[in-house]
């Protein structure tokens, strides 16, 4: 069964008309898929979102229809880097999406095309403390190839529940086709998760679109997207939705920028 589209009415309004406004007034294209040189060496960003859906993004599960928020501060010198994500729900200070999730990562270009990037942190689940009994270490290999201007190809493999004997070690993989046309990013995902101890595995798959970015300034931006996930295998964790809608409201500030 499809579940609604929003919780209420008037959400429904609030969202639709969000949507139309950042939309009409002063949107720009999307950047080119390309790998460029970057003209700096050193970035400082800020990126907030707000979501009409609780989601695991690296998983591939949607969990209910909760109006959460996020932050990431990301951190990149030289390739190598550091970055801080809290995610909150906004409406269930005990809900499974409160976690927080620091991590390292240094990447290695290959050409103008491809990129390796290594993962790693640790796992803050924020359900009832700072720091629940099933937070743990992380580590995730990604691998970014750029194809042409407008079609890129994206893995990455997560695994979590890394050192607790307790916790079940899990293999969550992501694979992402993006796509560019008429100023619209188009990306297909499908997301695929094994857990090792019971060999519990579950397959799902999303269709997103990222509307032309809004420049508020040189440095502030608005990017919209909206997607439908879906379970494409029987099985499903039993806490995630079979299906569902995701409205998305980000907005990246670049805090510094040196060469």
Not at 191 to 210: D, P
């Amino acid at each position: 069964m499809l579940l609604p589209l929003w919780p209420n009415r008037h959400g429904s309004i609030i969202y639709f008309f969000l949507l139309i406004s950042f939309v009409t007034a002063g949107a720009t294209g999307q950047d080119s898929l390309q790998i460029k040189k970057k003209k700096s060496k050193r970035d400082f960003i800020i990126t907030t979102r707000l979501h009409s859906t609780s989601h695991f993004p690296y998983s591939g599960s949607f969990i209910n229809r909760h109006l959460n928020a996020d932050i990431n501060l990301y951190y990149e010198r030289n390739r190598t880097g550091a970055f801080l994500f809290k995610a909150q729900d906004l409406e269930d200070q005990h809900g499974l999406v409160n976690y927080f999730q620091p991590g390292l990562f240094k990447r290695f270009a290959v050409g103008q095309k491809l990129i390796f990037s290594f993962f790693g942190g640790y796992l803050f689940n924020q359900t009832v403390r700072f720091s629940d009994k099933d937070s743990d270490v992380w580590s995730a290999f990604n691998t970014s190839w750029v194809i042409s201007d407008h079609f890129k190809v994206e893995n990455t493999a997560l695994f979590f529940n890394l050192t607790k004997s307790e916790l079940n070690s899990q293999w969550a993989n992501r694979t992402v086709i993006s796509a560019l046309f008429k100023d619209f990013k188009f990306d297909l995902y499908v997301w695929h998760n094994i857990v090792f101890k019971t060999n519990f595995q579950f397959t799902s798959a999303a269709l997103a679109v990222n509307f032309p970015r809004i420049n508020l300034s040189e440095k502030i931006k608005i990017q919209n997207s909206f997607m439908y996930q879906s379970y494409i295998s029987d099985n499903k964790p039993s806490w995630a939705m079979r299906n569902g809608f995701l409205f998305t409201i980000a907005v990246p500030i670049q805090i510094s920028s040196a060469g």
